[in-house]
């Protein structure tokens, strides 16, 4: 989906940042590494497709200019010289930065909300230094540092939340510290027998295989932000990733870990299962900085699979795409992916495909050529992607058990061929959320989990919910889904939506956001599946939790943070 393409200035300022900076950044005004992004030249179905979803000529709008840092005006750090000293003393006087481009970076995450502010220069509230501890003792002493200087502290991983987990309060009066693990990057340790790996919480999704893999281990977590973000970010938003069904989530994964906090050192030892009153384990995961600063964790690791492989399938509508998915669920059959892609998300996928030449391309067209006589309508063809690891005997036998599913529910295979594609690019897809803001367009995602019972019910009334907060804006929209994580009881549903921006970017989210978020509470689901709460699913937390859980919530944060020190105003106030 993405390809190299010749760096624009605001690419060559961001790696100079990068360059200057103890570690490297994404860009600071959108997705990833500077000098790449999507382009559609090659793809023949795309601009026919956004023309139809919402009602923009590719070939004929022109992309905005790339915005120049030199002209936001970024608040003047509030730091006060006592706070400068005790950090550099804590970390060494190279590891604390207040230039403006350092504290920009870590004041947002990468929503749309988020890109749409910190491209028109909204700034309310910017961190006042950025620290970067070089290991656990430096951040402790960071930890103590800001609380006894009455300043607030914000854990930094790699930056990708879309969830306003990262944002400062615009209210708030007091100093404050972005804390970037970036340099707590290393796989300390392997128990071989136990299957465990200790890692620091700053390590990338990259760095964490890089090290592993030589040493014939995987982690198997893959989440769609893998490339930008970190061990300790995927602890404290309970994040999931592509192949969760085999793997788990890291709820599952991390099995203990070690958090900074106030007075010393929060130690959850490294068990299989512990029966010791209410999980600490549990509190931490998910608490995005509201508990202290993860600095490292005991993880699950697995051998890598002697044989992997993805399969391609279509199915004749989502009705019979989703019965499948539940019946190799409730079967315990436990591929490593399961994913499957409504008609909606299916033909955008074949629109973001380039031109088939050759046999390649004539096999395309005979496909449906002989789907159509089967009596299928194209416009409702699903595809799904399942993906088997293992030794060769056990991914055979488990391919033919799902493949029995499969059939019996109306789907065919499609080879191997759109899986090896969906595998190279399976990280690529928030530069075409860049793209389209380039081009006065809003898209972004968020995800539910349903029972199986109410998961058709979901996903056709989140659809509408979203078309209608389009209609009431007066503006063409777009909405489409897939199913990606299966569990015996029921999935995730996670949707992508797109329409035009008006005078009034944020208001307009709001008014989408909302209604999509509605949809999931009234019809039985959660506000995220992965995605973690921040400040933007926190309005949604008590009907899944009651007021008695966001209570009891308010309670730990109070008595383990009296001064509300620790990221305060995430997940509840």
């Known amino acids: 989906m993405t390809d190299l393409v010749t760096p624009t200035a605001a690419d060559r300022e961001d790696a100079a940042a990068v360059r200057?900076?103890?570690?490297?950044?994404?860009?600071?005004?959108?997705?990833?590494?500077?000098?790449?992004?999507?382009?559609?030249?090659?793809?023949?179905?795309?601009?026919?497709?956004?023309?139809?979803?919402?009602?923009?000529?590719?070939?004929?709008?022109?992309?905005?200019?790339?915005?120049?840092?030199?002209?936001?005006?970024?608040?003047?750090?509030?730091?006060?010289?006592?706070?400068?000293?005790?950090?550099?003393?804590?970390?060494?006087?190279?590891?604390?930065?207040?230039?403006?481009?350092?504290?920009?970076v870590h004041t947002y995450g990468k929503s749309i909300r988020d890109l749409i502010r910190v491209r028109a220069g909204d700034l309310p509230r910017v961190p006042d230094l950025v620290v970067y501890p070089s290991d656990e003792d430096a951040v402790q002493r960071v930890v103590e540092a800001v609380v006894a200087a009455d300043a607030v502290l914000i854990p930094f991983g790699g930056g990708s939340n879309i969830a306003g987990s990262l944002e400062p309060d615009p209210a708030e009066r007091r100093p404050i510290v972005s804390v970037d693990l970036g340099r707590l990057d290393r796989v300390l340790s392997i128990d071989e027998q136990s299957s465990t790996a200790r890692i620091q919480a700053g390590a990338l999704g990259p760095s964490i295989e890089a090290q592993l893999n030589p040493r014939g281990w995987t982690i198997g977590h893959f989440p769609d932000s893998f490339t930008h973000s970190s061990l300790g970010g995927w602890i404290a938003t309970r994040s999931s990733g592509m192949q969760s069904d085999k793997y788990g989530d890291i709820a599952d994964i991390a099995r203990g870990m070690r958090v900074?906090?106030?007075?010393?050192?929060?130690?959850?030892?490294?068990?299989?299962?512990?029966?010791?009153?209410?999980?600490?384990?549990?509190?931490?995961?998910?608490?995005?900085?509201?508990?202290?600063?993860?600095?490292?964790?005991?993880?699950?690791?697995?051998r890598l699979p002697a044989k992997r492989v993805i399969h391609a399938y279509f199915f004749p509508n989502w009705r019979a795409a989703s019965k499948a998915m539940r019946q190799i669920a409730e079967g315990d059959l436990h591929p490593a992916i399961t994913r499957v892609s409504d008609s909606r998300e299916s033909g955008f996928s074949l629109a973001t495909s380039k031109e088939s030449k050759g046999f390649s391309g004539l096999a395309q067209k005979g496909l449906f050529a002989f789907l159509r006589k089967r009596g299928w309508n194209l416009d409702d063809l699903c595809l799904s992607f399942i993906g088997y690891e293992g030794e060769p005997a056990h991914v055979a036998a488990q391919r033919k058990a799902v493949e029995r599913i499969v059939k019996r529910n109306g789907g065919i295979g499609v080879g191997t061929g759109p899986g090896v594609l969906y595998d190279q690019k399976k990280f690529d897809t928030p530069y075409l959320r860049d793209f389209l803001l380039d081009r006065g367009t809003a898209g972004d995602v968020s995800e539910t989990s349903v029972p199986w019972s109410g998961l058709d019910a979901m996903h056709d009334g989140v659809i509408a919910a979203a078309e209608r907060a389009y209609a009431s804006l007066g503006r063409k929209g777009w909405i489409m889904s897939h199913l990606s994580h299966s569990y015996h009881s029921g999935a995730c549903l996670y949707f992508t939506f797109a329409y035009v921006m008006g005078d009034d970017p944020q208001g307009e989210y709001d008014v989408v956001k909302r209604a999509i978020q509605d949809a999931f509470i009234e019809l039985g689901g959660v506000p995220s599946h992965h995605h973690g709460i921040g400040v933007e699913h926190a309005a949604w937390l008590s009907d899944v939790v009651s007021d008695q859980g966001v209570a009891m919530l308010r309670g730990l944060f109070a008595a383990t943070d009296p001064g509300d020190n620790l990221n305060p105003a995430k997940i509840v106030r």
Do not use: C, N, Y
């Open 260 to 302: 900074a906090r106030p007075g010393g050192l929060l130690d959850v030892r490294a068990v299989p299962s512990a029966s010791t009153g209410p999980s600490v384990r549990e509190m931490v995961l998910g608490s995005e900085g509201r508990l202290g600063v993860i600095t490292e964790a005991t993880v699950q690791v697995h």
């Open 20 to 104: 200057e900076s103890p570690v490297a950044h994404m860009k600071w005004w959108g997705w990833g590494v500077p000098g790449v992004a999507f382009h559609h030249e090659d793809k023949p179905g795309f601009a026919p497709f956004v023309k139809k979803a919402v009602g923009i000529d590719l070939h004929a709008v022109e992309p905005l200019v790339q915005p120049d840092f030199a002209d936001l005006a970024v608040p003047a750090s509030q730091a006060p010289e006592a706070l400068r000293e005790a950090l550099a003393l804590a970390v060494g006087a190279g590891g604390v930065r207040d230039d403006d481009l350092d504290r920009v």
